[in-house]
């Protein structure tokens, strides 16, 4: 998922002082498990914009609002309440805002869209409702089958790909002492499975051209360009 924050309230109410009349868009998906874009938290923000003098025109949570598919068979219908909005305001990623955006284009309508959340990157849960952590680079050339399913590039603080470098002390990383060496928890791994021959092989550099951004994934074709 992609994890979010909330942004401060002056944040959002700067963002917001020219506007008066506000749509308000959340997110059944990612964002309602950090709990920051359901339908409970927007239905609490409204009520705190409310209370500094905004009015609410409506209220929408699409189950996916980074996915068109899902986005607009909600907000297509709400076509005249975003036309009569001055801004619209999105609890979700960045991506759910730039979707909002592309809909409200298409619909003929320009109109400010603006954030509500921090996306601090692709987590994923380990505790339910609790905690998420970043598992995974989204690399675009991925080397779990080779490390026991874990991600050196992004559980290792230097994203070294051929073993641990000389400052691991007790099992801990050098950058942040808190945290389990990455390297030493694949050693662990491998070992378990009886696959720590995989440890002899000299991995290669990885082809970072396959991170460049923006990436687009042509879904038939299997094909990222």
Not at 36 to 47: N, S, W
Not at 62 to 75: I, Q, Y
Not at 89 to 111: D, F, W
């Amino acid at each position: 998922m992609i994890g979010t924050t909330k942004k401060p309230l002056e944040e959002v109410l700067a963002a917001l002082a020219p506007h008066r009349k506000v749509a308000l868009v959340g997110c059944d998906g990612c964002a309602k498990i950090c709990q920051t874009g359901g339908v409970d938290e927007v239905a609490q923000l409204a009520q705190t914009l409310e209370a500094h003098g905004k009015e609410i025109v409506f209220q929408a949570t699409p189950e996916r609002t980074c996915n068109v598919a899902k986005s607009d068979p909600v907000l297509q219908p709400l076509k005249e309440k975003i036309e009569e909005a001055d801004a619209l305001l999105v609890l979700g990623c960045g991506g759910a805002v730039q979707i909002t955006r592309h809909l409200t284009e298409t619909y003929g309508l320009t109109k400010p869209v603006k954030v509500g959340l921090n996306s601090v990157g692709h987590l994923d849960t380990v505790v339910p409702g609790a905690v998420a952590t970043e598992e995974c680079s989204d690399c675009g050339d991925c080397v779990l089958n080779d490390t026991g399913g874990i991600c050196p590039v992004t559980r290792c603080a230097k994203s070294l790909l051929n073993g641990p470098c000389g400052g691991a002390e007790a099992g801990k990383c050098e950058v942040d002492h808190s945290r389990d060496c990455a390297w030493i928890l694949i050693y662990e791994r491998l070992k378990a499975l009886g696959e720590s021959d995989r440890l002899k092989r000299f991995m290669e550099p990885k082809d970072y051209s396959r991170m460049a951004k923006p990436r687009t994934l042509y879904i038939k074709e299997g094909r990222v360009a």
